[in-house]
Each structure stands twice: as structure tokens, then as C-alpha cells.
Nanobody
Framework: VQLVESGGGLVEPGGSLRLSCAASGFNFGSYSMSWVRRAPGKGQEWVAGIRRNGDDIDYAKFAEGRFTISRDNAKNILYLQIDSLKPEDTAVYYC??????????????????WGQGTRVTVSS
């Protein structure tokens, strides 16, 4: 399994970013996927999850309205669009693969986060 996150960077408050997660080594279309983040000095925080066919999506409260998770099963890529970025969104963002094929969950523990993450810094 390989998950490679990209798309992070330094952005001013109010800006937008689209994070990507390129997946390989497994049947991407058979697994729910998720994003979590880890802010400096804090633990992992659930951001959003998406069922394998995209028809069931869960967001953390803070993510509703500003974050959009999506996937392209033909390209094996997971996305996270973040709009109206705030300084408190500063974190390393990780994508994760569900531990069980065809299972959907919004619990961090039901996913494994294989990648190195992509850093998002929101600052003026």
C-alpha cells in the first residue's frame, strides 16, 4: 500500500488549497478513504471520510461547509478541497485507507494512514 499526499503549502487566511492523495498497491475503488490532520502539538483529528463509490461522506463539525472530500476511482486519487482557510487549519494532512474492504466508518481507528502527509500552513 502506498499513499502519497501532495498539494499543501503556505497560504494566506481566506485562501484555498486542494490536497491530493495518490494511491497504489491496492484496489482503490473497493475501500473507503479518509483525511485526518495533526496540528502542531496536537493529536490526530478526523477531517472527512468518503465511501468507496463516493455516495456516503462524513465531515468533522469544523470541516462542514469549508472542506470537500472527493475521489476519482479511475485515477486512484483522493482529494480534499479546503476553502476559506483559517490559521487553525495549519496542520499536516494525511490520507488513510479503510482497514476492511467495503467497510465505511467515520472512526479514525478504522483507517490506516500510510503516507508522510502534506503540510498546510495558513498565515499572513
Amino acid at each position: 500500500v502506498q499513499l502519497v499526499e501532495s498539494g499543501g503549502g503556505l497560504v494566506e487566511p481566506g485562501g484555498s488549497l486542494r490536497l491530493s492523495c495518490a494511491a497504489s498497491g491496492f484496489n482503490f475503488g473497493s475501500y473507503s478513504m479518509s483525511w485526518v490532520r495533526r496540528a502542531p502539538g496536537k493529536g490526530q483529528e478526523w477531517v472527512a471520510g468518503i465511501r468507496r463509490n463516493g455516495d456516503d461522506i462524513d465531515y468533522a463539525k469544523f470541516a462542514e461547509g469549508r472542506f470537500t472530500i472527493s475521489r476519482d476511482n479511475a485515477k486512484n486519487i483522493l482529494y480534499l478541497q479546503i476553502d476559506s482557510l483559517k490559521p487553525e487549519d495549519t496542520a499536516v494532512y494525511y490520507c488513510g485507507k479503510a482497514n476492511v474492504q467495503f467497510m465505511h466508518s467515520s472512526a479514525i481507528s478504522h483507517y490506516t494512514y500510510w503516507g508522510q502527509g502534506t503540510r498546510v500552513t495558513v498565515s499572513s
